[in-house]
C-alpha cells in the first residue's frame, strides 16, 4: 500500500509546472481564449517533445511507455495552467481507440495527429439533434467505410485533426476514424462560455471513414473511454481548484480592509479553508481514479464517476469562493478568476451532471 | 503508486481478520461507550488485544511495541473498525499519552508507564480542558506549584473522556502565572488514586456518562512526574495533539466506512426507490472514499516524513460533519420510531448515533478551530486573533 507519486513522477510535475508557467502565464490567457483560434497550436509540437502526447503510448510506437498515472499529472497541471489546446479530446477522448491502429498511436505521439470524439450518447445529444433522431450512422462502400448524420456538443470540434466517431452500423455501434481534409465533415463550432475548450456540431454526408473497432470490440473501448475522460476531468478540475485557491489566499493576504488584511476575517479564511479541504479530498479521489484506470482495477468505473462528480463541484465551489474573496476585482472580465470558473463549469457539465453521476453510484450501492 | 497491500501487508490483514472472527466478544460488538457491564469486558478485551501482539504496533520495540511502520496501524484500524470491535480501552495511553512520553519522558518514565499502557493494567485520560479553557488551551488556570521534593496541584478540568475508570492522567496546568501564556504551563503525569483527586461523571446528550469533571485539591504529585521541563508544558501538549490527529484518521475512515454500510443497507430496506434518498447516500459514500484516500496520502506523508501532515485535520474536520450528515438522514429515513429511546433495534441504534455525533465537531478541537488552524497553518493566511 502506498499512494505516492515515485520520484520520477514528482520531477514531471515539477517540469510540467514550470514549464507550464513560463509558457501560458495569466497575462496570455486573454489574448489566446479571444483568438480567432482560441489555442496556441505552437504548443503542441513542444507537448510532444515534452512526451506528453505520447505519455502511455508504447515506446514501439514512438511514446513514452508510461500509464495513465503520468497522463494524469499532465492533466491537473494542464488544468492549473487552464491549457487551451486539444489535448484532452486526443489523449482521454480518442486515444482508447485510437490504439486499435498502430500507426495512429505513432501519429499522436509525434504530435502529428489531433482528434476528439463525436460521441452517440443520448444524454449528450442536444434537444434539435435528438428530434431529428440523427445519430451518426456508418455504411460499407467496399474498403471503406461512408458516415452520414449529426452528433452535437463534439469538445474541441473546430481545431482537431481527425474524428472518433461512434457510429451504427450494420451490426451496431462502431468506432469510426473520420480524417479532416477538404472542409470535410462539415463543422459549427459553438459560441462556447469556455472559450479555450469550445463545442462544435459535426454533420457527416457521406464523409469516408476508417473502421477502428467493429461492434463488439466498440463497447468495451467505449466504456474505457468514458472511465479515462471522467478522470481526466476529476484531476483537471483539481488543477482549477488549486489554482482559484492559490488565488484567494493570495489576495486575502494582501488585500487590506478595515485597516487589516481580509485574511484575519473568519468569514473570509474559513471559506478558504473549506476549498483547501475540498481540493485535497477532490484530489484523492482522483488520483485514487487514476490508478484504479491505469491499472483496470474493477472499481475503475465507480471511482471515475465519483471523482468527476465530487472533483467539478469543488472545482465550482473554489472558483466561486475565489471570486467572493476578491470582491468587485472577481467579477471583471480582466481578471483571470472568470476563465477557470468557466473550465469549472465547463467540466461539471460534461458527461452528466453530479446529480445523476450520484444517480449512478446509488444504483451500483442501493440496487447492488 | 500501488494501493494493493503489499505480501506482508496482506498476510497481516488475513492473521488479524482470523483473530478478530474468533475473538470479539459478541456483547462488544457495535459497543456504545465504556459504562456499566462494558467496562469489565473492556478490561479483558484490551489485555486480549495486547496479549495477541495488537497494542502499540508501531511503538519502537524497546518499549514493548511490535516496531512496525505505519501501515500495519493503519490495517489494524481498519480492519477493527469493520469486525465492528471496539478498540483497545487505553485509547488515550496508547494513542497519546504513551507517544508524548516516547517523545518527552525521561529512561526511567518509559520504564515505569509504557508497559502498564500496553497491557491495559492502566488506564489514562486526557486533563486539559477546563471550564474557563477549551479552545483556548494556553490559558489553562490549574496551579501546580512546586513545594520541596512534590508539585502541589489544584483546580478543575473538564470534559475529561474515561476518567471515571482512569489510573493516571496527562494533565496541563499552569506553574507561573505571569509572564506570556504559553511559557507558564507544565505538564505532569498525576495518579487518579491520590488524595484530594475527586472525580464527577457527567451525563452527555446521549444519556450516558463518558466524560467527567476532575477536581484537584492539595494534590501532590512526586516531582520525577514532570514530563519535560517546568515551564516547557505547551511544547509537550503540542505533542500529544498531535498525535491526536495522527493515524486516527484511520479509525474515523474505518467507523465511516462501517456507518456507511449500515445506511446503505437501510436505504435499501425502508427508502430504496426514493432519488432524494439516494442523492444522499451516495454523498456520503463519495465523502467516505475522499477520506479514506486522504488517509493513505497522509500515511504516505507520515512515512516518508515521520510527521503527521495537515491532512489529519482535514480528516477530523470531514469525518465529522459527514458522520452528523449520514445520521440524521438515517433518523429521517428510520421515521418517527427513532425518536423512541427504548430498545437496541435499528432505530435505537441510530438515534444513539444520531445524538452522539453532534459532539463530533467538538471534542479535539472544534470544527471552527480547525479551520482557524488550516487558515493559518496550512494557507499561511494571517491570525485571526
Ligand atoms: C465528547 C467529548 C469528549 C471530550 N474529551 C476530552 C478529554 O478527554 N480531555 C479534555 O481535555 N477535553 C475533552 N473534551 C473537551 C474538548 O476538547 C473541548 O470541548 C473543546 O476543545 C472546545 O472547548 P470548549 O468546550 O471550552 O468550547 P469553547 O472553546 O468555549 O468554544 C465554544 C464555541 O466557540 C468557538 N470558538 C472558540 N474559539 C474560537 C475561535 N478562535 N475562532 C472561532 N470560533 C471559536 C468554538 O468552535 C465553539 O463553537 C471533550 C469534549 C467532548 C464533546
Not at chain 1, 465507480?302 to 465550482?316: D, R
Not at chain 2, 441504534?349 to 478541537?365: P, V
Amino acid at each position: 500500500m502506498d499512494f505516492s507519486f515515485s520520484p520520477e513522477q514528482d520531477q514531471l510535475r515539477a517540469h510540467a509546472r514550470s514549464f507550464l508557467e513560463k509558457r501560458f502565464p495569466a497575462t496570455r490567457f486573454a489574448e489566446i481564449a479571444m483568438s480567432e483560434d482560441g489555442w496556441d497550436r505552437a504548443s503542441w509540437p513542444e507537448l510532444a517533445r515534452l512526451g506528453w502526447t505520447g505519455a502511455s503510448i508504447a515506446e514501439a510506437q514512438g511514446g513514452a511507455g508510461q500509464g495513465f498515472v503520468e497522463e494524469a499529472i499532465v492533466f491537473e497541471e494542464l488544468g492549473r495552467a487552464l491549457y487551451a489546446g486539444p489535448y484532452f479530446s486526443t489523449v482521454a477522448l480518442a486515444l482508447p481507440a485510437l490504439a486499435c491502429a498502430p500507426d495512429l498511436l505513432a501519429k499522436v505521439a509525434s504530435g502529428g495527429l489531433t482528434a476528439t470524439l463525436a460521441p452517440d450518447d443520448p444524454v449528450r445529444q442536444s434537444a434539435g439533434a435528438k428530434a431529428k433522431g440523427a445519430a451518426v450512422e456508418a455504411r460499407r462502400a467496399g474498403d471503406r467505410w461512408l458516415l452520414r448524420g449529426e452528433t452535437d456538443l463534439v469538445p474541441d470540434a473546430g481545431w482537431v485533426d481527425a474524428f472518433v466517431v461512434e457510429a451504427r452500423g450494420p451490426d451496431g455501434i462502431g468506432l469510426y476514424l473520420a480524417e479532416r481534409h477538404d472542409a470535410r465533415p462539415l463543422i459549427r463550432v459553438f459560441d462556447t462560455v469556455d472559450t479555450t475548450r469550445r463545442l462544435g456540431r459535426v454533420t457527416f454526408d457521406d464523409d469516408s471513414a476508417r473502421i477502428l473497432a467493429a461492434p463488439p470490440a466498440a463497447t468495451a473501448i467505449i466504456a474505457s473511454t468514458r472511465r479515462r475522460a471522467l478522470a481526466a476531468l476529476a484531476l483537471e478540475a483539481v488543477g482549477v481548484a488549486s489554482f482559484a485557491l492559490a488565488l484567494g489566499v493570495e489576495h486575502a493576504k494582501s488585500r487590506q480592509q478595515f485597516g487589516r488584511p481580509i485574511g484575519t476575517y473568519q468569514a473570509v479564511s474559513h471559506k478558504l479553508a473549506d476549498t483547501y479541504v475540498e481540493t485535497e479530498l477532490a484530489r484523492s479521489l482522483a488520483y485514487w481514479a487514476a490508478w484504479c484506470v491505469a491499472e483496470d482495477d474493477a472499481q475503475a468505473e465507480l471511482a471515475a464517476v465519483a471523482a468527476k462528480a465530487y472533483a467539478a463541484e469543488a472545482a465550482v465551489a473554489a472558483c466561486e469562493r475565489a471570486i467572493q474573496v476578491h470582491g468587485g476585482m472577481g467579477f471583471t472580465w480582466d481578471h483571470p478568476l472568470h476563465r477557470y470558473y468557466k473550465r469549472a463549469l465547463w467540466i461539471e457539465s460534461f458527461d452528466r451532471s453530479g446529480a445523476a453521476h450520484r444517480a449512478e453510484i446509488a444504483q451500483a450501492l442501493v440496487a447492488g | 503508486m500501488d494501493l494493493r497491500d503489499g505480501p506482508e501487508e496482506a498476510a497481516f490483514r488475513a492473521t488479524l481478520r482470523t483473530w478478530l472472527a474468533a475473538n470479539v466478544p459478541a456483547e462488544l460488538r457495535g459497543l456504545r461507550g465504556w459504562t456499566g457491564p462494558a467496562l469489565a469486558l473492556g478490561r479483558a478485551w484490551s489485555k486480549r488485544l495486547a496479549g495477541a501482539g495488537y497494542a502499540g504496533l508501531t511503538w519502537p520495540k524497546e518499549y514493548g511495541g511490535a516496531g512496525q511502520p505505519w501501515r500495519y496501524q493503519a490495517v489494524y484500524l481498519e480492519e477493527l473498525a469493520k469486525a465492528e470491535a471496539p478498540q483497545h480501552l487505553g485509547v488515550i495511553g496508547l494513542g497519546m499519552a504513551g507517544p508524548t512520553i516516547i517523545a518527552h519522558g525521561r529512561p526511567d518514565q518509559k520504564a515505569r508507564y509504557l508497559a502498564e499502557i500496553l497491557s491495559a493494567d492502566d488506564i489514562w485520560c486526557q486533563g486539559f480542558s477546563e471550564p474557563g479553557s477549551g479552545s483556548d488551551l494556553a490559558s489553562v488556570r490549574t496551579r501546580i506549584e512546586l513545594v520541596g521534593d512534590h508539585f502541589v496541584v489544584n483546580g478543575q478540568k473538564v470534559w475529561s473522556s474515561y476518567a471515571h475508570i482512569a489510573d493516571r492522567c496527562i494533565l496541563l496546568g499552569r506553574s507561573a502565572v505571569t509572564g506570556e501564556k504559553h511559557e507558564g504551563l507544565t505538564y505532569l503525569v498525576v495518579d487518579m488514586k491520590s488524595p484530594g483527586v475527586e472525580v464527577r461523571p457527567l451525563r452527555q446528550i446521549t444519556g450516558e456518562a463518558e466524560f467527567n469533571e476532575i477536581f484537584f485539591t492539595d494534590v501532590a504529585v512526586p516531582k520525577e512526574n514532570l514530563l519535560g521541563e517546568i515551564g516547557g508544558g505547551w511544547r509537550v501538549a503540542m505533542t500529544t495533539l498531535s498525535h491526536e490527529r495522527g493515524t486516527f484518521g484511520f479509525a474515523l475512515a474505518g467507523a465511516l466506512d462501517v456507518a456507511v454500510r449500515k445506511l446503505v443497507a437501510l436505504a435499501r430496506e425502508r427508502a430504496g426507490a426514493d432519488a432524494l434518498v439516494r442523492d444522499r447516500v451516495a454523498r456520503e459514500w463519495i465523502e467516505l472514499q475522499a477520506l479514506r484516500y486522504t488517509n493513505y496520502r497522509a500515511l504516505a506523508h507520515l512515512e516518508r516524513t515521520g510527521a503527521p501532515g495537515p491532512e489529519g485535520s482535514v480528516a477530523k474536520l470531514r469525518w465529522s460533519e459527514a458522520n452528523q450528515r449520514l445520521t440524521k438522514l438515517a433518523i429521517e429515513i428510520v421515521g418517527q420510531e427513532s425518536q423512541v429511546a427504548d430498545g437496541d433495534g435499528t432505530a435505537a441504534y441510530w438515534r444513539y448515533q444520531q445524538l452522539r455525533s453532534r459532539g463530533n465537531t467538538i471534542e479535539a478541537g472544534t470544527s471552527e478551530i480547525l479551520r482557524n488552524i488550516i487558515a493559518e497553518r496550512v494557507l499561511g493566511l494571517p491570525r485571526s486573533r
